[in-house]
């Protein structure tokens, strides 16, 4: 699909909409997502604008691979150790609600397994 700039991802990553940031560096933003579904929830967003997990290319490996390696990063920094959970939701079936890639890092209380 194509990327539309006015996405609330895009408008927190130009400055145009406050967030509670907790991490961010040259590829990527990480903040507290507004609707918590666990004592931790955070949003890891690369700053590449790239709608859908589905719509990932060979170029956007390094962006992808850096969310990655960060959220483990961000999750101690947060308290959860090493038990987290890491969820894409890839496509209005799916679940996603913003069209900008993002990745919720899910913490602080166990979590069960299957989710819905
Ligand atoms: P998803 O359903 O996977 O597309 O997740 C989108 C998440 O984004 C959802 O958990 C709620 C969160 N969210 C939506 N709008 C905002 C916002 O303006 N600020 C923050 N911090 N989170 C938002």
Redesign the pocket.
Known sequence: MDYDDQN?FAR?LRGD?P??VVYEDDLCLA?????P?APVHI?LIPKRPIPRAADCTIQDRIALGHLFCIAGEVARQEGCGDAFRLVV?SGEGA????FHL?V?LLGGRDLSWPPG
Do not use: E, P
Request: no cysteine.
């Open positions: 609330v927190i909409l967030a509670d903040f507290r997502d507004l609707d579904k949003l939701n679940g996603q609600t913003v993002h919720h």
